[in-house]
C-alpha cells in the first residue's frame, strides 16, 4: 500500500521530551513498559513497518538520549535517528526538523519531501490513515487528523460561571499525526516567534500564520486517542495483548488420542473467535511458526520438551520474539490419573528450568496436564477448562507463571 | 462528610437509556462487565455509600428495565429507583426527573431540593467533589464539573480546512456530574423546545436558556473520565482492581517456620507499596477480616482448610464479597521436597473441590507451594518467586486459575 502512490522521501518526527506528569508515574509516559518494550518502541514500530517511511526522528530530552539509544539498540530500531530537544514541545519539533535539513547531504537520509509529526504516545496510528495525511500534505501543503469532540466546549466568564457553549458539529478536535511539506513547516518555525516556541499549541496554526498555508483537515480513527494517563497506558496495553491473540498455532502429535484432543481445542478455539492453524508437528513448517506469537503443543509424553527446544531455536534464529513475547502452552495429556502423578513429578523440574531458560529470548512457556476421562461429560468440562487456561495465559502473557504445570 | 453541610434532600438521575455503540461492543457499554458485575453498578455504588444522597434514579431503555432490576436485587442496591427512559438523552432525563417529581408525595422519597444529574458510565466520582457540586448548585440554582481541553479545538471550513484554533486557555469541557435546584432544572425542561430534546447536548444550557441560570463551573479530577470505547472498559478495570490491591492481611500461623515466612513476605510486599496487617489466627478477628479483600494464610499442614472454611463463612454472613471478589491465597510451606510431592497428590483434590464451592460466594482461592531450602540464597530467591505470585494473584483476580497448586 501507498508504494506508488508515494514517490518522494518522507520522514516523521516524535517529539519524546515531555515529562508526563499527568500520569501520575515517575517514568514519562514514552518511556512506561509494557509486555516487556517501552510506549515509544511500539510507535517507532508502527513508521518502521511502513515501506515508504524513511526516517524517524525522535526528540528526547538531554538525560533520555542514552536510554533512548539503548531502545534503539535493543529492539533493532532501523530507521532512527535521535536527537536532543528544547525545552518546549515547538523547540523539540523544530529540533527535529533541523536535524532532517542537515542531513540533505546524506544520501542515506535524504531531505524529506514531506515530513510527518506524531506523538510518540499515539502506538496505534495505521498505514491507510498516514497515507492519506502524508498525500494531502503533499497536495495541500499541510494536513492534520481531527476527531469529533467528546465533550461540550464551554466559554467561562471571568467568575467561574457559564458563558456559552459552542456548537459541537461546527468545532474539532485536532489530533496527531500531522503533515507538511517539508519547506512550509521548516519556514514556519523558522520565523516564528519566541512566544510561538514557548506557549504555541498548534503547527498547523504555525504553519497557516507563518507560511500562509491553510491545512486539509480528515477525520482519523478513534484508535488514534493519546496515552495521557495512567489508566491509558492499562487500556493501550489492552489493546495490544487483544491484537497479539487472535491467532494459535495447534500442534496436534500424530497419536490418535491427541489429534482427538486437537480437533476437539480448535473447535472451543474457533468459537471463541479464534483463527486456529493446525499442524502435526513442526517439522518443515517453520514458515506457519512465524505467523503467529502463540503456539498450543499437545503430547502424551516427555518427547515435547526437545520439539519445543526446537521451536525456540527457529525463533530465535529469525528473532521472531524480539519486538513481542511468543506464548507456548504444553498440553500434557495423560490417559490416567496414576501417570498424571508420575509425570509430574518427574518432569516439573525440567519445565521450570527450561521455562526459566527461554524465557530470557522472550518465549513464554506454561504447562497445562489434562487427564483422560471415559465419561464423556467429565472429559467435555476437562476441555472446557483446559480451553479457558489457555486462553487466559495466551491473553494475559503473565511472565510470572512460566513454568508452573497447571491443571485443567 | 458532608454530613451536616448537606441539610437537604438530594436525588441522583443516572441517565442509561444510551446504546453505546462507540465502544464497538454488542452490550451497551454500561451494561459491560467486569469483575463479575455491570459498569452500571459500580457507578451506582459510589452514589449509594453516600449518607446524604437520599434516592438514585437510573433510566434506562425498555428493553434494559429487567436485566436492571435483575442487577439492583442481585447487588443488594437500596436506594435506586429505575423508570424507563426516552429516545434520547435529554428525554431520559426529563423521564427521571418526572418520577422524582411524582414521588413527591413519598415520604419515604421526597422531591429533592437538589438533583445531580451523572453518567452511568462515569463510575470514579468521589464524594468531596460530589460535595462541591450539590452546595454550590444548592446556592447558585446549577453547577457543573469542567476539565482543561485534552486537544486543541479548530473550526474548520466548510471545504474542510482549517479556519481557526480557539484559545485554549479561554474554553473547558463541560463534564459530568451538574447539579441542579431541581425547580431550575425541572423547569428548564418543562419549557424546552422538541429540538432541544431531539437535539441538545447540555443541561446547563437548557437551565441557562430556559430558567436564566447560569452554572457555576467547578474543576473536576481526571478520574471524571467517561468510559467511551472498548479500551476504557479495559482502563476501567484497571483503576479498580489495582485499588483492590493495595492491603492485604497475612495469616501467619503459630509455628516458627510460618511466623519467618510470614515476616519475609511481610517485607517484600511492603516494599513493594502494600500495606500489610498480620495476624496469626483468624479467630476473634472478625473486623479485621472485613478491612480488606487479600488474604495470605500459611501454612505447613493440611489444617488450614477448614481455617479456609471459617473465613469464607464469615465472609458470606456480612456479604463481604457481594460488590468485589476476595481473594485467598494459601501458601503451604513445605519443609522438604519429598513432603511437597506426598502433599501435592494428597490436597490437590480438597483443594479444586472448595475452590469450586467458594467461588460461588465470589472468593478466588489460589494455592502456592514453596519449598523451604538452608541455603539462605536458594530460599531468598523462593520467597521473592512466592511474593511475585501473590502479588499477580491478588491483582488479577483471574477466575480461571482458582484451585491451581502453583509452585514458588
Given at each position: 500500500m501507498g508504494r506508488d502512490a508515494v514517490d518522494f522521501p518522507v520522514a516523521v518526527v516524535l517529539p519524546a521530551a515531555g515529562s508526563g506528569e499527568r500520569t501520575g508515574l515517575a517514568t514519562p509516559k514514552q518511556f512506561c513498559t509494557f509486555l516487556n518494550r517501552p510506549l515509544i518502541s511500539f510507535t517507532i514500530e508502527t513508521f518502521e513497518?511502513?515501506?515508504?517511511?524513511k526516517s524517524i526522528v525522535v526528540v528526547v530530552a538531554k538525560e533520555s538520549r542514552d536510554p533512548m539509544l539503548n531502545i534503539v539498540q535493543q529492539f533493532h530500531h532501523t530507521k532512527v535517528k535521535v536527537v536532543e530537544g528544547g525545552t518546549t514541545r515547538h523547540r523539540s519539533i523544530f529540533s527535529g526538523l533541523q536535524a532532517l535539513s542537515e542531513s540533505s547531504e546524506d544520501p542515506v537520509l535524504p531531505r524529506p519531501k514531506v515530513v510527518i509529526i506524531h506523538d510518540?504516545?499515539?502506538?496505534?496510528?495505521?498505514e491507510e490513515f498516514l497515507l492519506k495525511i502524508t498525500l494531502a500534505a503533499k497536495e495541500q501543503g499541510a494536513s492534520g487528523a481531527i476527531r469529533p469532540l467528546v465533550s461540550t466546549v464551554i466559554a467561562t466568564t471571568s467568575e467561574g460561571f457559564l458563558d456559552h457553549s459552542l456548537e459541537r458539529t461546527k468545532y474539532r478536535a485536532s489530533e496527531m499525526p500531522q503533515g507538511f511539506l517539508y519547506d512550509v513547516i521548516y519556514q514556519a518555525y523558522q520565523r516564528c516567534s519566541e512566544f510561538d516556541f514557548e506557549f504555541g499549541t498548534e503547527c498547523l496554526h504555525l504553519a497557516l500564520q507563518y507560511s500562509g498555508t491553510s491545512a486539509k483537515l480528515i477525520e482519523g480513527p478513534p484508535t488514534l486517542w493519546k496515552v495521557t494517563y495512567k489508566r491509558d497506558l492499562a487500556a493501550a496495553e489492552s489493546i495490544i495483548k487483544e491484537s497479539l491473540s487472535l491467532s494459535v498455532c495447534l500442534i496436534s502429535g500424530a497419536m490418535a488420542e491427541t489429534v482427538e484432543l486437537s480437533s476437539r481445542l480448535q473447535k472451543n478455539l474457533e468459537s471463541h473467535h479464534m483463527t486456529v492453524e493446525v499442524i502435526s508437528c513442526i517439522k518443515e513448517n517453520n514458515e506457519l511458526l512465524l505467523k503467529t506469537r502463540n503456539f498450543i503443543q499437545i503430547s502424551t509424553s516427555g518427547a515435547s520438551l526437545s520439539e519445543t527446544e526446537e521451536m525456540v531455536k527457529v525463533f530465535e534464529e529469525t528473532k521472531h520474539a524480539l519486538l513481542y513475547p511468543v506464548v507456548i502452552v504444553q498440553v500434557q495429556l495423560c490417559m490416567s490419573e496414576e501417570a498424571a502423578d508420575i509425570r509430574k513429578n518427574e518432569e516439573l523440574k525440567a519445565i521450570v528450568d527450561l521455562s526459566r531458560m527461554v524465557k530470557q529470548g522472550n518465549v513464554l512457556l506454561y504447562s497445562v496436564q489434562i487427564i483422560y476421562s471415559k465419561v464423556p461429560e467429565l472429559w467435555e468440562r476437562s476441555v472446557e477448562r483446559l480451553t479457558e487456561i489457555i486462553e487466559s495465559l495466551i491473553r494475559d502473557?503473565?511472565?510470572?507463571?512460566?513454568?508452573q504445570m497447571l491443571q485443567a
Open positions: 513497518r511502513i515501506p515508504w517511511v510518540a504516545v499515539r502506538p496505534f496510528v495505521d502473557r503473565n511472565p510470572v507463571l512460566i513454568g
